[in-house]
């Protein structure tokens, strides 16, 4: 089941709210030593989370299929606890060793949401509210990792959750009427996320898998000491305007690599003890694969739209707004973005975040 964006945290009587995870949609299935995990999309990611088979074993009751979030939770010695959804994406990767070791490396927890059966039971049809209530019978025992969403239906703390747990590297606040079956497929619950633009230089492109035709441009973002870092791409684009794009650039690949901040990424990177975030790095999806890329001129400045930052990069694809004339590359730098106060994700996940004012 989906949801349907919507700009501000819609209110109704028995809405209940949670956090929206940013991680892998995942459906655990279970029955008996079997165990599946399905992606949103329905395809398996069993072979990438051994160890969350495992949980699921030992954890959830024998036959079931439980709704929620595959993510991977940083703990840096010193720092906060946050969610990293570049290195859950690392996960995902054709090699049993790699992936064993990741699982090592690495490890996922999951987030239970929801109940769509138990036992010989299909719950799908049934209230939400009646679904919830059952899940946390179900999963009261859990542990980490596995793990049960904390929700609410005070709107004051809904608001106060919205606030604070993007510095835990949440998305946003979920809100699911009391009253919805669990209908695939279909948007009967909404979604509020955090929504910024930012102005980044273009400073490169790459082609489209269907032929010559822009695929995504690659942004950058200068910081205080005047070097420009790849800090993600724009890629949403119809392919009449990635073909209009390709003449849009033109006059800026003459002589691109003469000066180009990126023009030897590889040894800069070695230089810069790995210090300076470049568009050759390797693909966070197959490691060992490198990502082609087109030099611009870094001169044209764009407006894109983003949820979030993940360190010093935007999390997801930004969203194409508007090309900005009246900016200079250089003032585009790290400081007009947004960011959020550190909040321990450990916390939202123990529920000691409940109260209005923690």
């Not at 205080?224 to 993600?232: N, Q």
């Not at 044209?300 to 979030?308: G, I, K, Q």
């Amino acid at each position: 089941m989906l949801a349907t964006s919507v700009p501000e945290i819609p209110v109704q009587p028995g809405m209940t709210y949670e956090p929206k995870w940013d991680g892998f949609r995942c459906i655990v299935f279970r029955d008996g030593d079997e165990v599946e995990l399905a992606s949103r999309g329905g395809k398996t990611l069993t072979r990438y989370f051994p160890e969350i088979v495992a949980e699921a074993r030992a954890q959830l009751p024998e036959r079931c299929a439980v709704d929620g979030e595959l993510v991977v939770i940083r703990r840096p010695a010193g720092a906060t606890p946050c969610l990293d959804f570049e290195r859950l994406q690392q996960r995902i990767h054709p090699a049993a060793s790699r992936v064993n070791l990741l699982a090592e490396q690495t490890p996922a927890d999951f987030i239970a949401f929801d109940l769509l059966a138990l036992g010989d039971e299909v719950l799908m049809d049934e209230p939400y509210a009646t679904r919830r209530a059952r899940l946390m019978h179900s999963l009261a025992h859990v542990r980490p990792p596995m793990h049960v969403t904390p929700t609410t239906e005070d709107l004051g703390i809904a608001r106060h959750w919205f606030e604070i747990f993007e510095g835990a590297g949440l998305d946003g606040v979920i809100a699911k009427p009391p009253h919805i079956p669990y209908t695939p497929g279909k948007r009967l619950m909404f979604k509020v996320k955090h929504a910024r633009t930012a102005d980044a230089v273009v400073a490169g492109f790459r082609w489209h898998k269907s032929g010559p035709v822009v695929g995504s441009l690659l942004l950058g973002l200068f910081d205080e000491h005047g070097t420009l870092h790849h800090v993600g791409v724009s890629a949403s684009f119809s392919m009449a305007r990635r073909k209009e794009l390709v003449d849009e650039l033109a006059p800026y690949r003459e002589n691109a690599l003469a000066g180009h901040p990126w023009r030897s990424w590889a040894e800069a990177s070695v230089a810069s003890g790995g210090q300076q975030r470049m568009p050759g790095a390797v693909s966070r999806w197959s490691a060992g694969k490198t990502l082609e890329w087109e030099p611009v001129r870094p001169e044209l400045v764009v407006e894109v739209a983003y949820d979030a930052m993940e360190g010093d990069r935007f999390r997801h694809t930004a969203r194409f707004v508007r090309w900005r004339p009246d900016r200079e590359p250089q003032s585009c730098t790290y400081d007009q973005l947004e960011r959020p106060l550190r909040f321990d994700v450990d916390r939202v996940l123990g529920g000691a975040a409940l109260a209005a004012n923690p």
